[in-house]
C-alpha cells in the first residue's frame, strides 16, 4: 500500500525492481525492507488490524 498524505492504494511491483531495491520480504512479521545499511526502510505489507483465519481443512474439495 502506497500511502499519500491522507490516502492509500495498493501498488504491485515487478521482481526487476524489487531485485534492483535490495527488497527483502519477512512476510510472518507483516512487513518487507528495501535498501541497504542507512538506507534501508521498512514497510508493513500486512495492515495492523488484520488478522489472518485459520483454514478449515474440510471447506477444500
Known sequence: VMKNGT???PMLLGR?????VH???YWNEGFMTLG???E???IN???RHHKAE???SSDET
Open 7 to 9: 490516502v492509500a492504494y
Open 16 to 20: 526487476p525492481w524489487l531485485r534492483r
Open 23 to 25: 527488497a527483502r520480504n
Open 36 to 38: 541497504r545499511g542507512r
Open 40 to 42: 534501508r526502510v521498512k
Open 45 to 47: 505489507v500486512i495492515p
Open 54 to 56: 485459520p483454514v478449515d
